[in-house]
Each structure stands twice: as structure tokens, then as C-alpha cells.
């Protein structure tokens, strides 16, 4: 996919939850689960790879899995959270 995460986007765990803040639009988004999983190998990973670790972590099937991260892949991009093509 190429993805990237939008530049000065700040993410912190608190227990198991990721929190993303989007300093420019100054909204914070809370991933836990499966959008966690999506969100921290989705840059360095095919989507795949994240589907087989889905299905790793949640005992889920792979149809199911594969339309998470779809699902999820292109709420990120909606919300201007990641970014794709070049820098």
C-alpha cells in the first residue's frame, strides 16, 4: 500500500488502549483490539501480514480478518490519519 502516518501525529499507550492525537485538527482517536493491531504494523506490514496476525491473536477467520483491515485501512485515510504515495 505505501502507507504512512500523517506527519506530528502523537500516540501514547495507556494500558490496552493506543491513544492518537491529531494535533492539526486537535481531535484524539482511542485504537484497542483489532485497530491497534492495524494501526501499530500498518506501515511496516502487508495487509497480509495483519491479517494473519489478526487471526493469530483473535481466532478469527481470514475473510473476517481481511475485511477488518480493509475496513479499518480506509477509515484511517478518510480521517487524514494516514497518509498514502509519496512524502
Known amino acids: 500500500m505505501g502507507a504512512r502516518y500523517k506527519a506530528d501525529i502523537i500516540t501514547e499507550e495507556l494500558d490496552d488502549v493506543l491513544i492518537v492525537f491529531d494535533p492539526e485538527d486537535n481531535e484524539f482517536h482511542e485504537f484497542n483490539g483489532v485497530a491497534r493491531i492495524i494501526w501499530t504494523l500498518l506501515v511496516a ?3 497480509q501480514e495483519i491479517t494473519e496476525k489478526i487471526c493469530a491473536v483473535y ?6 480478518a481481511r475485511r477488518d483491515v480493509v475496513n479499518f485501512t480506509e477509515e484511517l485515510l ?3 490519519l494516514v497518509l ?3 512524502a
Open 59 to 64: 481466532e478469527i477467520d481470514m475473510a473476517e
Open 45 to 47: 506490514h502487508t495487509p
Open 78 to 80: 478518510r480521517l487524514g
Open 84 to 86: 498514502t504515495g509519496e
